[in-house]
């Protein structure tokens, strides 16, 4: 009897085998977040040595975070860094290869975030041309300068 039931429940478990039954998994998804992912991978940076502004630090990552969230309110734009050395988590923002860019931007905050300094540190800049043009300081730069017209 025993087996019976064994050998039937065996038989009975291997017809209804969901993953036997070859339809797999689907997955559906938006053709815009291939072409997202695409145009981030492609996006190249440089790693070298510049600026950034240290706008704030605490042993509270909660406390932190919320630091974060204000400051990517107020700067949407300007990329945030958290770094942990024990026992303090550490807010840097921007990536400056001009100590004079950072000073101007350290200014531009001060009012929001008194307490904020500048830190010598590993940056990150971005490579490709179409992703410099939004940075805002090489934007201000080139108006600045005069273009040069092809005849």
Request: charged share 30%; aromatic share 10%; glycine share 4%.
């Amino acid at each position: 009897m025993k087996l019976t039931l064994l050998t039937l429940f065996i038989l009975l478990s291997t017809l209804f085998n969901a993953q036997t039954n070859g339809k797999g998994i689907v997955i559906v998804k938006d053709k815009k977040i291939d072409a997202l992912i695409q145009n981030k991978s492609n996006v190249k940076r440089i790693n070298t040595t510049g600026y950034r502004v240290q706008v704030y630090f605490s042993t509270n990552k909660n406390e932190l975070n919320d630091v974060r969230l204000k400051f990517i309110k107020s700067y949407p734009r300007v990329e945030t860094y958290i770094t942990y050395d024990a026992p303090n988590y550490f807010l840097r923002v921007g990536d400056y290869a001009d100590r004079n860019d950072a000073e101007r931007f350290k200014k531009e905050i001060f009012r929001e975030f008194p307490d904020n300094f500048i830190v010598k540190c590993g940056i990150n800049l971005p490579n490709d041309e179409e992703e410099e043009d939004s940075i805002p300081e090489k934007r201000e730069k080139e108006s600045l300068t005069p273009k040069k017209i092809k005849n």
